[in-house]
């Protein structure tokens, strides 16, 4: 069970999109349409963004997005606001009720 | 809105084990609707998901850690605990408790964590 590859670091002007990419094998996110996405600001605890590939929780602002293509899972993030900048992780159910998550991608608002 | 609430020592000697309870508020852990879980996070480095428990008592764990993992529940005091026995240096880490949705993907409510040093 290998951690899923993010890029360590992407960054964007305010207004713009950016996305953040996870990458998997065909044992997790190429299997199952159960992946996550978590933003983290320093000393705080992640919050949950978005759930089963692309669903947003209550309170979650449509500006984040989500999307799966074969072992890949997407986040996108449109009107780039300040305060989005922080660590963003993917995770993917892996089966036999295990879980992994990515290494984390720290996003920098220009 | 349900809480969740860590706690236990901050400072564990290695080769000992480390011990956490995560108090559930407002919400009862027996619902049934959710799992509970463990998750790490090493300095400055990234999210680590130790396991699962369901009320019921039913663990799911993290391959990686499951030789020196338990995780039960106590439904009477709406607890969950992680026991990580025989610590090192590289069990130095936040440790998080969160309740995760039926599907055992997404983790909805997290605590705020609690850091625990293992050092002689």
């Known amino acids: 069970q290998s951690a899923l590859t993010q890029p360590a670091s992407v960054s964007g002007s305010p207004g713009q999109s950016i996305t953040i990419s996870c990458t998997g094998t065909?044992?997790?996110?190429?299997?199952?349409?159960?992946v996550s996405w978590y933003q983290q600001h320093p000393g705080k605890a992640p919050k949950l963004m978005i759930y089963?590939?692309?669903k947003w929780p209550s309170g979650v602002s449509n500006r984040f997005s989500g999307s799966k293509s074969g072992n890949t899972a997407s986040l996108t993030i449109s009107g780039l606001q300040a305060e989005d900048e922080g660590d963003y992780y993917c995770s993917s159910y892996a089966g036999s009720g295990t879980l992994v998550f990515g290494g984390g991608t720290r996003l920098t608002v220009l | 809105q349900v809480q969740l609430q860590e706690s236990g020592p901050g400072l564990v000697k290695p080769s000992q084990t480390l011990s956490l309870t995560c108090t559930v508020s407002?919400?009862?852990?027996?619902?049934?609707?959710?799992?509970w879980s463990w998750i790490r996070q090493h300095p400055g480095k990234g999210l680590e998901w130790i396991g699962f428990i369901y009320y019921s008592g039913s663990t799911y764990y993290n391959p990686s850690l499951k030789s020196r993992v338990t995780i039960s529940v106590d439904t009477s005091k709406n607890q969950f605990s992680l026991e990580l026995s025989s610590v090192t240096a590289a069990d130095t880490a936040v440790y998080y408790c969160a309740r995760a949705f039926w599907n055992r993907d997404a983790f909805d409510i997290w605590g705020q964590g609690t850091m625990v040093t293992v050092s002689s």
């Open positions: 407002d919400g009862s852990i027996s619902s049934g609707t959710y799992y």
């Open positions: 089963e590939v692309s």
């Open positions: 065909s044992s997790d996110v190429g299997t199952y349409n159960l």
